[in-house]
């Protein structure tokens, strides 16, 4: 028995006959897929995977890829679909489920960067990355709430502190609790911290797809060491882009194309 509970795919969208089965990135929220399952315009069916509403501290990456693959009900016909950091577990699914199942579902990549070892970052560059990643929010500035410095010292009591102070600004979206907030938070620290040791042992024998974003830092973004059938799509967007109009449309008609062509 792993350290985490199951979830069960969220439906994003209600028509399509073939279905996309999408990887959260690292908020762990698959509503950021959200607009790209309008703007495929019932061409797939788009499923969210859900993360296990606890998630141990020193939770481990298998832990987590085997936590998302038990919700996907696909064979070969089926798509796995992660961005950002999420693309990254996506492939790891992939992986999981040939190996487990002897199925190789197409996988599509959304401007992900290839995990490598890495010391674990400070408190401060959490709650920054928080901010964008999860929240939504841009690079710069970072709310006052939420930058480095503004509550010291670091810790956890400092961390808790700053997140309700941002949670009570109306910082974070609508309809969020503080508690809400601070599981989000957690679960988002344990994901990075476990995706830091990591780095693909292995490659993935189906069809892959990634869509590069062109404004973006000079990061590893070269899956060709892992994926024998790869196909690299370069996309004028930045990289939180992607999802949002308009660069969203681009990446949904890229989708079904490609979806339509390895099918």
């Given at each position: 028995?792993?350290?985490?509970?199951?979830?069960?795919?969220?439906?994003?969208?209600v028509?399509?006959?073939?279905?996309?089965w999408c990887?959260?990135?690292?908020?762990g929220?698959?509503?950021v897929?959200?607009p790209?399952?309008d703007?495929?315009d019932?061409a797939?069916a788009?499923f969210?995977?859900?993360p296990?509403?606890?998630?141990p501290?020193a939770?481990t990456?298998?832990?987590v890829?085997?936590?998302y693959?038990?919700?996907?009900?696909?064979?070969?016909?089926?798509?796995?679909?992660g961005?950002?950091?999420?693309?990254?577990?996506?492939?790891?699914?992939?992986?999981?489920?040939?190996?487990r199942r002897?199925?190789?579902?197409?996988l599509?990549?959304?401007?992900?960067e290839v995990?490598?070892?890495?010391?674990?970052?400070?408190?401060?560059?959490?709650?920054h990355?928080?901010?964008?990643?999860l929240?939504?929010?841009?690079?710069?500035?970072?709310?006052?709430?939420?930058?480095?410095?503004?509550?010291?010292?670091s810790?956890a009591?400092?961390?808790?502190?700053?997140?309700e102070r941002a949670?009570?600004a109306g910082v974070?979206p609508?309809?969020?609790?503080?508690d809400?907030?601070l599981?989000?938070f957690?679960?988002?620290?344990?994901?990075?911290?476990?995706l830091?040791?990591?780095?693909?042992?292995?490659s993935?024998?189906g069809?892959?797809?990634?869509?590069?974003?062109s404004?973006?830092?000079?990061?590893?973004?070269?899956?060709?060491?892992?994926?024998?059938?790869l196909?690299?799509?370069v996309?004028?967007?930045?990289h939180h882009?992607?999802?949002t109009?308009p660069s969203?449309?681009?990446?949904?008609?890229?989708?079904?194309a490609?979806l339509?062509?390895?099918?």
């Amino acid at each position: 028995m792993t350290a985490i509970e199951d979830g069960a795919a969220l439906p994003l969208n209600v028509e399509g006959l073939r279905m996309v089965w999408c990887v959260p990135p690292s908020s762990g929220s698959p509503t950021v897929y959200l607009p790209l399952a309008d703007a495929v315009d019932g061409a797939l069916a788009l499923f969210g995977l859900m993360p296990a509403e606890q998630v141990p501290a020193a939770v481990t990456l298998m832990e987590v890829v085997q936590g998302y693959a038990r919700q996907v009900d696909t064979g070969n016909d089926g798509a796995l679909l992660g961005w950002s950091l999420g693309g990254a577990l996506a492939f790891e699914v992939g992986r999981w489920l040939h190996a487990r199942r002897g199925v190789r579902p197409a996988l599509v990549l959304l401007d992900t960067e290839v995990p490598s070892p890495a010391p674990v970052p400070d408190g401060n560059w959490f709650l920054h990355r928080f901010a964008v990643d999860l929240l939504g929010l841009p690079e710069w500035p970072v709310p006052e709430e939420l930058a480095p410095g503004s509550v010291p010292p670091s810790g956890a009591r400092a961390t808790r502190e700053r997140l309700e102070r941002a949670w009570r600004a109306g910082v974070v979206p609508l309809g969020l609790g503080l508690d809400d907030v601070l599981t989000l938070f957690r679960r988002f620290r344990a994901l990075v911290v476990a995706l830091s040791a990591h780095r693909p042992s292995g490659s993935y024998p189906g069809p892959v797809l990634h869509l590069q974003a062109s404004a973006g830092p000079p990061v590893d973004r070269d899956w060709s060491p892992y994926a024998s059938d790869l196909r690299t799509v370069v996309l004028r967007a930045e990289h939180h882009g992607l999802l949002t109009s308009p660069s969203v449309d681009e990446v949904a008609t890229q989708l079904v194309a490609w979806l339509e062509a390895v099918a």
